[in-house]
């Protein structure tokens, strides 16, 4: 007895005529429609949602990355001959250039931080003051040369940086004088009195994370030496790495090169936390999204129950002409998977243009809501960021097209195991 291959010509012609009937012909295009829509909508959705989760770790990566030292090395300090806790660094240039020495490190600069009240005319804010070198300032990437700052810092040593929303709120532009307030101030025989300078604001920066611009102020090194009573020491140094994910494997050069007082904070000790929650939000997105791509695919179950009902006469009489068991179940599989191709192949195709044109759309919203939709001070950054990722798209598409398989079969089984003398008996 000649047999045919699996998935041939004649399956493809059958399924193709059943998902095109017409419902007076007994065909569900109906059903067929609203499992299609269905699926490319819960694509979409997932495709989205992980570009959105994607684009949103990335630029908070970023804007820590490329504004903030990946490691820190600080002082634990040494007791001085009053049992004085005294904390810094003396021998700061000779530990800068053993830092920079280690390979791998692209940056080494030497810091003074103190925190101040900034005043201009009636507006006051609490800021942190970075004290340091306008050829270090310069090679910080989201504040240096290249990012987009306004003014120059050939004059930086004239002056002071300034975060953009810290200029806006206190009402500063390029020439504008700002007072900074220390309770670091003069020691006298009654105490210490605040210290209170004004600088000229030559240079303002937009990191692109809203606490930064909000709070930060870069000083001439000198100067902060001197504004905060620090003379000939540096508190701590910032240390760029050229592999800043695998940061914890400069530790012990690290920590050789700072010297016996030298202790350690990485970037990933400041923000992992918040890291790894974004990690565990993203697992339970993909498994909420997916529970979304199950219910649409079970749209195709009961699309294909109802075409097998209709369609018993026509089973049987195939069967009686010959027709196997598997090829019926393919025909009626081929069905169901049409269905999850074509939904999962629209849905990604949306889930992209979405994740493409995000900022449009993202405006678009914004202007029909009346603004406001988006609270940089809340979410830390200044817009919704998308990203693309191969492997988000792949598993999404994985994911789709797995269960419209797996659904389809359940029907197309019941299909093939219906006994044609009893789908012919009434005809």
Same mark, same amino acid.
């Given at each position: 007895?000649?047999t045919t291959s699996?998935?041939?010509?004649f399956e493809f012609?059958? @399924?193709?005529r059943?998902l095109r009937a017409?419902r007076?012909?007994? !065909?569900? +295009?109906?059903?067929?429609?609203i ?5 490319? $909508?819960?694509?979409f ?6 570009a959105?989760? @994607? ?5 908070f990566?970023?804007t820590?990355?490329? =504004? ?7 002082s634990?300090?040494t007791?001085?001959e009053?049992?004085?806790l005294?904390r810094g660094f003396a021998?700061?240039?000779a530990? +800068?250039?053993r830092?920079? /020495?280690i390979?791998g490190v692209?940056r080494a600069?030497p810091l003074i931080?103190?925190? *101040?009240?900034a005043t #201009?005319g009636e507006?006051t804010?609490?800021a942190?003051v970075?004290?340091m070198r /306008?050829?270090d300032?310069a090679?910080i990437?989201r504040? !240096?040369?290249? %990012?987009?700052?306004?003014g120059d810092?050939?004059t ?5 940086a300034?975060?953009?929303?810290l =200029?806006r709120?206190?009402?500063? !532009?390029?020439?504008?004088r700002?007072?900074?307030i220390?309770p670091q101030?003069?020691k006298?025989?009654?105490g210490?009195s605040?210290?209170?300078n004004a600088?000229t604001?030559?240079y303002?920066?937009t990191?692109?994370?809203?606490d930064i611009?909000?709070?930060r102020?870069?000083?001439?090194f ?8 620090k003379?000939?020491? &540096?508190?701590?140094f910032?240390?760029?790495v050229?592999d800043p994910e695998?940061?914890?494997?400069f530790?012990p050069? $690290?920590l050789q090169?700072g ?6 904070w990485?970037?990933?000790? #400041? #923000? ?9 939000e993203d697992n ?8 979304l791509?199950l219910?649409a695919?079970?749209?195709?179950v009961s699309?294909?129950?109802?075409l097998?009902k209709n369609?018993?006469r026509?089973?049987g ?6 027709l196997t068991?598997? %090829? ?6 081929l069905?169901?998977?049409f269905?999850g191709?074509?939904?999962t192949?629209?849905g990604v195709?949306?889930?992209?243009l979405? &994740? ?7 405006s ?6 009346g603004?406001g939709?988006?609270?940089p001070s809340i ?5 919704l960021p /998308?990203?693309l990722?191969?492997?988000d798209?792949? #598993?999404?598409v994985?994911? %789709?097209l797995g ?8 029907p &197309?089984?019941? =299909?093939a195991?219906m006994?044609p *003398?009893e789908?012919l008996?009434?005809e």
């Amino acid at each position: 007895m000649a047999t045919t291959s699996p998935f041939s010509r004649f399956e493809f012609m059958i @399924a193709w005529r059943y998902l095109r009937a017409r419902r007076a012909e007994g !065909g569900v +295009s109906v059903m067929t429609w609203i499992s299609l829509i269905g699926i490319t $909508l819960a694509v979409f959705a997932l495709i989205a949602t992980l570009a959105v989760r @994607a684009g949103f770790r990335a630029e908070f990566v970023d804007t820590i990355l490329g =504004a903030n030292a990946h490691v820190t090395v600080y002082s634990a300090g040494t007791a001085d001959e009053a049992g004085n806790l005294v904390r810094g660094f003396a021998d700061y240039e000779a530990i +800068s250039g053993r830092l920079l /020495a280690i390979p791998g490190v692209v940056r080494a600069a030497p810091l003074i931080k103190g925190q *101040v009240m900034a005043t #201009s005319g009636e507006a006051t804010l609490g800021a942190e003051v970075f004290g340091m070198r /306008a050829g270090d300032l310069a090679t910080i990437p989201r504040i !240096g040369i290249g %990012s987009g700052a306004v003014g120059d810092l050939a004059t930086y040593d004239t002056g002071i940086a300034i975060g953009s929303q810290l =200029a806006r709120e206190l009402g500063l !532009g390029l020439g504008d004088r700002v007072r900074l307030i220390s309770p670091q101030g003069t020691k006298t025989v009654l105490g210490v009195s605040p210290r209170v300078n004004a600088y000229t604001v030559v240079y303002i920066f937009t990191a692109g994370r809203y606490d930064i611009d909000r709070t930060r102020i870069y000083m001439p090194f000198a100067e902060a030496q001197s504004y905060f009573n620090k003379d000939g020491v &540096a508190d701590e140094f910032e240390v760029m790495v050229d592999d800043p994910e695998g940061v914890d494997g400069f530790e012990p050069e $690290l920590l050789q090169a700072g010297g016996p007082e030298a202790l350690l904070w990485t970037w990933r000790d #400041s #923000s992992g936390a918040f890291l790894r929650a974004l990690t565990v939000e993203d697992n339970v997105m993909f498994i909420i999204m997916s529970i979304l791509v199950l219910i649409a695919a079970m749209n195709i179950v009961s699309g294909l129950i109802m075409l097998v009902k209709n369609k018993g006469r026509d089973i049987g009489i195939l069967r009686t002409m010959g027709l196997t068991e598997g %090829s019926v179940l393919r025909v009626f599989f081929l069905c169901g998977a049409f269905t999850g191709v074509l939904g999962t192949v629209f849905g990604v195709v949306l889930g992209c243009l979405f &994740a493409i044109y995000i900022d449009p759309l993202f405006s678009l919203v914004n202007y029909l809501s009346g603004g406001g939709v988006w609270d940089p001070s809340i979410r830390g950054i200044y817009n919704l960021p /998308a990203k693309l990722m191969l492997g988000d798209v792949l #598993s999404a598409v994985g994911l %789709s097209l797995g269960l419209s398989f797996v659904v389809t079969l359940f029907p &197309a089984r019941r =299909a093939a195991r219906m006994n044609p *003398v009893e789908a012919l008996r009434y005809e």
